[in-house]
């Protein structure tokens, strides 16, 4: 059973490409937690998975919408008759109170995938994640890379977590 995961993404392309891997593994009712600093890569990351699971319209950072949702037919990857995955940008969230009366909480279901940027901001009514991810910046020679740390913490999340595992070796 593996526990947690680290890979070094040594630029953009990189951290493109591991949303293609993650895009192999994921599925429906699972919850992921983004963290990192501004800049750290977490909307490119999310990018990757949805360039990865065909989705050919243009993907934003939902920072001042908080949600951006995207519906995903079957592909390659996955077989699903579609797929909701909600890309959530809590940085400037500031009251719980406008997560209840937005209806947030319906989107966290077994037919979507929710991947929540900034976490840290809504702790108090947001579910367990089956993922946390987080990306930290680093220095690679004259780039800025990246250090991704994944950890389980479900059943799900461990299923995803060995097939990343075995998917990046």
């Known amino acids: 059973m593996v526990d947690n995961f680290t890979l070094d993404l040594a630029d953009e392309a990189a ?13 429906p009712n699972l919850t992921i937690y983004l963290h990192g600093d501004l800049g750290a890569g977490k909307t490119t990351l999310v990018r990757g998975l949805l360039r990865a ?27 699903f008759s579609s797929l909701m995955l909600y890309h959530f940008d809590l940085y400037r969230f500031n009251d719980e109170e406008e997560w209840e009366s937005a209806g947030f909480r319906d989107y966290f279901n077994a037919s979507s995938v929710c991947i929540i940027e900034w976490p840290e901001k809504a702790a108090h009514v947001l579910p ?23 950890s389980a913490h479900s059943s799900l999340g461990q299923q995803c977590l060995s097939a990343i595992s075995t998917e990046s070796s």
Do not use: C, W
């Open 128 to 150: 367990t994640p089956d993922l946390n991810i987080t990306l930290e910046i680093k220095n690679v020679g004259k780039s800025l890379g990246r250090h991704l740390i994944i």
């Open 53 to 79: 699971l065909a989705y050919i319209g243009k993907v934003k950072s939902p920072t001042y919408t908080l949600v951006e949702p995207y519906e995903i037919q079957p592909n390659k990857f996955k077989v």
């Open 15 to 27: 951290t493109l490409q591991f949303g293609m891997v993650l895009a192999k593994v994921i599925q």
